[in-house]
């Protein structure tokens, strides 16, 4: 099992639409949980943190995290072209210092 | 810029010839990462300094692979012997806090030949 699973995809949604991004991890000490946005040819940039269960806003972008679960989601509301991107969910390990990555969903938003 | 600086940016290098690739981290920041990343697959974890010290290396990096952290400040990668499987997209990143994200530099692709 990988430490952090995400759906491959691609995930297509419709412009204006909700893209719901969905990651689980296999280690239950985990504290730190991070989604990046990572285009075309470029680095991974660091688009939402979040440490306790719950969900989490900023801006179109909603966190939600599960640990009974080891659930983690991202919901981007109003989708925009410009959100068309891979997604990396990251998680740090309970015992680990280093982010461990899952291997990313890309999303399509169409216009 | 004061974000994660990475040079070269690019770099072809012939089978068997090393390479070194350079980072420099956000200034206040005391914990440096190196990830590799190939073609439709997440980061990989391959090695973590706080400040000059190298506390965590992956059990995946093979010996031709070192990296240092002088002073604290900038890193070094370097790959020696390259191989075409080294062929990928090396990144650097630093955080503040144990529990905060890293930031990302722009990566060094490197292509072996």
């Known amino acids: 099992q990988k430490e952090v699973e995400q759906n491959s995809g691609p995930l297509s949604v419709p412009e204006g639409a909700i893209a719901s991004l969905n990651c689980t991890y296999s280690d239950r000490g985990s504290q730190s949980f991070f989604w990046y946005r990572q285009y075309s040819g470029k680095s991974p940039e660091l688009i939402m943190s979040i440490y306790s269960n719950g969900d989490k806003e900023d801006g179109r972008f909603t966190a939600q995290l599960n640990k009974a679960s080891q659930y983690v989601s991202l919901l981007i509301r109003d989708s925009q072209p410009s959100d068309s991107a891979t997604y990396l969910c990251a998680v740090r390990p309970g015992s680990a210092r280093q982010l461990t990555f899952g291997s990313g969903t890309q999303l399509t938003v169409l216009p | 810029d004061t974000g994660v600086s990475q040079n070269p940016r690019h770099k072809i290098t012939k089978r068997g010839q090393n390479v070194t690739f350079r980072c420099d981290p956000i200034?206040?920041?005391?914990?440096l990462y190196w990830y590799r990343q190939t073609l439709g697959q997440g980061p990989e974890f391959l090695t973590y300094f706080q400040n000059e010290a190298q506390l965590e290396k992956s059990r995946l990096l093979s010996d031709r692979f070192s990296a240092e952290r002088p002073k604290g400040s900038f890193s070094t990668l370097e790959i020696q012997r390259t191989e075409q499987g080294d062929s990928a997209m090396y990144l650097c990143a630093s955080s503040f806090g144990q529990g905060e994200g890293a930031f990302f530099g722009q990566g060094t692709r490197l292509t072996v030949v």
């Open positions: 200034s206040e920041h005391n914990r």
